[in-house]
């Protein structure tokens, strides 16, 4: 027994009886170099551990690690039917050749650098890709998540508003817009899974499109309102 129980279970919400469409866990993956030397990283520049990204659709990550590696990751392994969640789908070496690829080609100092490491797991995106905290008072059911891969930082204002929300207390994060905000829930399979999908694959074809145009991308702006943008 409990005077409030908060529900911070992220990709997993799905896998939970009564909320089963109120995310999708959608798989990002990563890959590790071997740690590079420092004639590398002079040609690089990431002295800092400084994150970097791009504006292309299917989005990329990367970090310079404390052991001198190049930590990067993305997305573009499959939705699983039902919102399915396994550790075999962690890997998917299509995804992971993939990345390689991409991490050579932008940036190519690392030369034929190894990669060492090759990792992933499950991200819980909400229908409006908006994240949410929130606390029923007539339930005493509290709830954060939805983060779409940005928990990191995000995660620990979640806690700190929940804190607030607990205590009863009035405060400048329990008005933030976020609070006590409710996403619809996903549709139905096989809606669910052909969406999803058909949306990882145009945010594929967006990013070349733009590459063999130069201009912004007619597909990216068509699927735009159906993810939340």
Do not use: C, K
Not at 116 to 124: C, F, I, K, S
Request: net charge neutral; no cysteine.
């Amino acid at each position: 027994r409990a005077r409030h129980v908060v529900r911070a279970t992220e990709a997993w919400t799905s896998q939970l009886p009564e909320s089963r469409r109120a995310v999708v866990p959608v798989y990002s993956l990563m890959i590790a170099t071997e740690p590079l030397a420092e004639s590398a990283w002079e040609q690089i520049g990431l002295r800092e551990a400084a994150t970097f990204s791009d504006q292309r659709h299917l989005v990329i990550y990367g970090q310079r690690t404390a052991d001198g590696r190049i930590a990067f990751g993305g997305r573009g392994a499959p939705y699983h039917w039902r919102s399915g969640i396994d550790p075999a789908f962690d890997q998917e070496p299509a995804v992971f050749d993939a990345l390689e690829r991409t991490l050579r080609s932008l940036l190519p100092a690392i030369g034929d650098a190894a990669i060492t490491h090759r990792w992933g797991g499950p991200l819980g995106i909400a229908r409006d890709w908006s994240a949410s905290v929130g606390l029923d008072p007539s339930t005493g059911m509290a709830w954060a998540g939805g983060y779409v891969g940005d928990g990191l930082a995000t995660t620990n204002l979640a806690g700190r508003t929940l804190a607030d929300l607990l205590g009863g207390r009035r405060t400048a994060l329990t008005a933030l817009p976020w609070v006590g905000h409710r996403s619809r829930a996903w549709e139905p399979e096989p809606l669910r899974w052909l969406g999803v999908n058909a949306g990882l694959r145009a945010m594929s074809v967006a990013d070349a499109e733009e590459g063999l145009t130069g201009r912004s991308s007619v597909t990216a702006r068509l699927m735009a309102p159906l993810i939340g943008h």
